[in-house]
């Protein structure tokens, strides 16, 4: 839930590749936020943020942009910025408790479900040599008599 939308992959991977983690699984899991999800996500994670930091939305903007108007954004930057990554990582930390178990539970089942496939076709194979040597024998026992 970090704010670094297209700089969040390099920096999962980076802190993947120091924890000795799956690089892949980690690129992969920070496009939860994406260019569809990034406005709820964001929203979510600045009113939480700023609750916390107490900041209010004092300024709205202008039906006209100017550079008295881009220089009070810039000034407010930093606590939007920090506002962002408190509400994400409050969010953040659950969502990624539930997310782990809900993919160590997805995957288990998806390998219980193969495992039980294989054996399976293991069981059919199984049977049919077990039919191929009872033909195998039945046709030597016809001949010899």
Known sequence: MSPTM?????????FASIFKWNKISAAIGVWITNPVTAPFIYGMTYVTGARLL???????LNSEINLDTIHKILQKAPGIFWALIIGGVIIGLPLAVAG????????????ENVKR????QKERLAKRKIRKQIKIQKKGVKSNY
Do not use: D, E, P, W
């Open 6 to 14: 297209g700089l969040q992959i390099a920096i999962a991977v980076f």
């Open 54 to 60: 107490g900041i209010k939305n004092t300024y709205s």
């Open 117 to 120: 496939k294989i054996a399976k």
């Open 100 to 111: 782990y178990y809900f993919s160590y539970a997805a995957v288990t089942r998806y390998q």
